[in-house]
């Protein structure tokens, strides 16, 4: 009689031991149990479906009956039993295999962005636009220079980029120069001369 970890074939009746990535729970099972994605089994001759082990965080499984589990790539990471990999979240990166959550995929650089998810280098990150800064890791848009200031440069790390428009000059949210007149799209605020405010949606300013 067949034990549980093997099976019987049909002809001639014997005795076949469950491989790597199977099992079986019964006296004289017909065949073995296959072990699912996300999980596998290392060892024959295994009884129970407790035996297929969960895949380590970090790796993952998307076969079923499997010995064993492949690494996660860079610009992913996995946790524990995991039928595919995920992609590290915006605003992060990875260049290293086998990680094992999002929160070991790196921070872009203060001064950068990224707004794609699964990058997998720092010079993905792209530097801020001018008009914009971004004063924290990880950002996946960068913040906009106000209205009244501007910035021309590319990448800066902290509002103190965004300089004031000199007397008689103005800008909107967001500018890289400032302008003696709003520029198309934008109109004078009311309360300050220096600043431009953007049009609502279906009207236009500036002209």
């Not at 999980?39 to 082990?53: T, V």
Request: glycine content about 10%; some cysteine.
């Amino acid at each position: 009689m067949c034990k549980p970890g093997f099976y019987t074939t049909a002809s001639p009746k014997i005795c076949q031991h469950c491989a790597r990535g199977q099992y079986s729970e019964n006296f004289e099972s017909k065949s073995c149990n296959k072990c699912p994605a996300g999980k596998f089994n290392p060892h024959e001759e295994k009884e129970k479906f407790a035996d297929c082990l969960d895949c380590p965080a970090g790796q993952y499984q998307n076969q079923i009956s499997q010995q064993s589990c492949k690494h996660c790539g860079v610009g992913k990471f996995s946790l524990n039993g995991a039928k595919i990999c995920s992609k590290c979240s915006v605003g992060r990166y990875n260049d290293q295999n086998h990680r094992k959550s999002n929160d070991e995929c790196k921070r872009c650089a203060i001064g950068k962005f990224n707004d794609l998810e699964g990058i997998t280098k720092s010079s993905d990150c792209k530097n801020c636009y001018v008009g914009t800064y971004a004063n924290e890791l990880g950002t996946k848009q960068c913040k906009d220079c106000e209205s009244g200031t501007f910035n021309d440069l590319t990448g800066q790390s902290n509002a103190d980029a965004c300089k004031v428009c000199d007397s008689g000059k103005r800008s909107a949210n967001g500018a890289s120069i400032c302008a003696s007149e709003c520029m198309s799209g934008t109109f004078p605020n009311v309360i300050s001369d220096a600043k431009c405010d953007r049009c609502p949606v279906g009207r236009a300013g500036g002209d």
